[in-house]
């Protein structure tokens, strides 16, 4: 039985869906590394993906769109979103040049991307392209459409924005201070959680998942370069 209230079924619906990433990591990269705990990590993650249409179609009896923006905010919404990718692109360049190359420890990132299969230009292009443009589409499917929804049905509109930031991050928290350690885990988390910060403002502005969009490729792409000069020089 579903609860009554609208924020009853809000909370219900984070419940259900928020914590899986996480715990989908910390099995993964913490309690049950290789095999057996990658499996349980994938799984997490088709749930993560399937859960949110599953409740538009069987809790709130809703149709499939694909996030239109409004033809009237379109121009704003575009230049708009071309200006935050822009400062993003310097904050996460001038963040490695200031602290990242000292906090990281580049030989542990070469080693870990060799583990991973990223060792070569080829593998590193592939999941590059993957996450750029793949994960980052289906993380604003998830994160800012869903998640942030229910977060303003809970908490109002606008601090649905930290919330949901906060929830995006959770899981980033755990990946991170596992394989860079506490305190390299920590910036990059903070990093993750001020972007989610401005990919949630943006889909309140616009109400739409394709500027926020934008501008996570643009981060991506930004952050995978500086993981391609540590690799390959």
Request: net charge positive.
């Amino acid at each position: 039985m579903l609860p009554a209230s609208t924020r009853g079924r809000a909370a219900l619906a984070l419940l259900l869906c928020v914590p899986a990433p996480t715990i989908g990591s910390t099995i993964a990269y913490g309690l049950w590394p290789g095999f057996g705990g990658q499996a349980v990590y994938m799984a997490l993650r088709l749930w993560l993906a399937a859960f949110p249409l599953l409740w538009l179609l069987r809790v709130e009896r809703g149709r499939v769109s694909f996030s239109p923006l409004a033809p009237e905010r379109r121009r704003e919404a575009w230049i708009g979103a071309l200006v935050l990718s822009a400062l993003i692109a310097v904050a996460i360049v001038g963040a490695w040049e200031l602290v990242g190359r000292e906090w990281f420890e580049v030989e542990s990132l070469r080693e870990a991307a060799r583990q991973s299969g990223l060792g070569t230009k080829a593998g590193y292009l592939a999941f590059g392209a993957f996450i750029s443009f793949g994960n980052s589409l289906l993380e604003e499917y998830v994160w800012r459409w869903f998640v942030q929804r229910r977060c303003e049905e809970l908490a109002g509109s606008l601090a649905a924005v930290p919330l949901a930031a906060l929830f995006f991050t959770l899981h980033h928290v755990v990946t991170f201070t596992l394989e860079f350690g506490l305190r390299a885990g920590l910036l990059a988390s903070l990093g993750v959680f001020l972007a989610a910060c401005i990919w949630s403002a943006c889909y309140r502005r616009w109400r739409s998942i394709w500027p926020g969009w934008l501008t996570h490729v643009v981060a991506d792409v930004v952050g995978l370069a500086i993981g391609w000069r540590i690799l390959f020089g």
